[in-house]
């Protein structure tokens, strides 16, 4: 039974080494993937994302400006619209024709 015992514990030793070099390696993948991300990242010239959010607050701000003056002008077209209707047109005279006698 003693080397039933020892064979076993030897396997239990190599199982527990191999385990070891494995997450060894799987750190050092895990590493080289992320530099390689970064460095694809970083190519891209990707935009981060503070200056995004700037951005973006900006583009809102700016829409809601252009929908106050949207706003603005349609109130400002109805009471032009309503002063036109308010004052009567006069009938303006035809301008005289000029007419020098020649023919063509």
């Known amino acids: 039974m003693q080397t039933d015992n020892r064979?076993?514990?030897?396997?239990a030793r190599v199982a527990g080494?191999?385990?070891?070099?494995?997450?060894?390696?799987?750190?050092?993948?895990?590493?080289l993937v992320r530099q390689r991300l970064e460095?694809?990242?970083s190519d891209m010239?990707?935009?981060?994302?503070?200056?995004?959010?700037?951005?973006?607050?900006?583009?809102?701000?700016?829409?809601?400006?252009?929908?106050?003056l949207e706003k603005r002008v349609a109130a400002l077209e109805?009471?032009?619209t309503e002063k036109k209707a308010a004052?009567?047109?006069r009938a303006k005279?035809?301008?005289?024709s000029k007419?020098?006698?020649?023919?063509?």
């Open 7 to 11: 064979l076993l514990d030897d396997l």
């Open 17 to 31: 080494g191999a385990m070891g070099a494995l997450s060894g390696v799987r750190t050092e993948v895990e590493e």
């Open 39 to 41: 460095r694809l990242l």
């Open 45 to 68: 010239d990707l935009v981060p994302r503070e200056e995004f959010e700037a951005v973006q607050a900006m583009a809102e701000k700016a829409r809601l400006e252009q929908e106050k």
């Open 78 to 80: 109805a009471a032009l």
């Open 87 to 89: 004052k009567p047109r």
């Open 93 to 96: 005279p035809a301008p005289a």
């Open 99 to 104: 007419t020098s006698g020649k023919t063509a």
